[in-house]
């Protein structure tokens, strides 16, 4: 989801977000730096396989996917990463590892890390590794439909 059509989506909902732009940076710690914001409250979307189905963790950049806890929490015998082959084509228009953490807007599972509750904003990749978007905890939260529970690790 490119990122016009992300805002489309934030703006019918009355939304309020902040979009920022950086230098390029490939890995969620490289734009936090980039963006001067801390590391725990930029969320990475990371693709993960539960039971052979594509699913987004989203968690913390400065996190792990546990895939034990992630498999505990999604009731899965299996949780593995995905690999990007398995799920480039599933995001036309993003570039590949900056996709959204709205899984929902793709027919797929979202597990969210519980951690991020505690901070009031998070900002995250917007499909392209030069933009973020920045908004509150509890709106991404209502518009996601994800599972949070502990579903990471420190890094």
């Known amino acids: 989801m ?10 019918l909902r009355g939304i309020k ?14 734009a936090a730096e980039s963006a001067d914001i801390p590391g725990r409250e930029l969320v990475k979307t990371v693709m993960v396989k539960l039971d ?9 950049s400065s996190r792990m996917v546990d895939f034990d806890l992630l498999a505990k929490a999604a009731g899965a015998e299996e949780a593995e ?16 590892g900056a996709m959204p953490p709205f899984g929902n807007l793709y027919g797929m599972a979202v597990y969210t890390d519980d951690s991020l509750g505690s901070d ?8 392209s590794h030069s933009e973020l978007i920045r908004l509150s905890y509890d709106n991404y939260i209502a518009l996601v439909e994800a599972v949070t529970a502990p579903i990471s690790r420190k890094a």
């Open 17 to 30: 977000y902040v979009v920022i732009s950086h230098s390029p940076a490939y890995t969620a710690m490289e």
């Open 81 to 96: 990463l995905a690999a990007e082959d398995e799920f480039k084509d599933l995001f036309p228009g993003c570039d590949a």
């Open 52 to 60: 052979g189905e594509i699913a987004m963790a989203v968690l913390p």
């Open 120 to 127: 009031e904003e998070i900002a995250f990749a917007a499909g």
């Open 2 to 11: 490119p990122i016009r059509k992300l805002k489309e989506f934030l703006n």
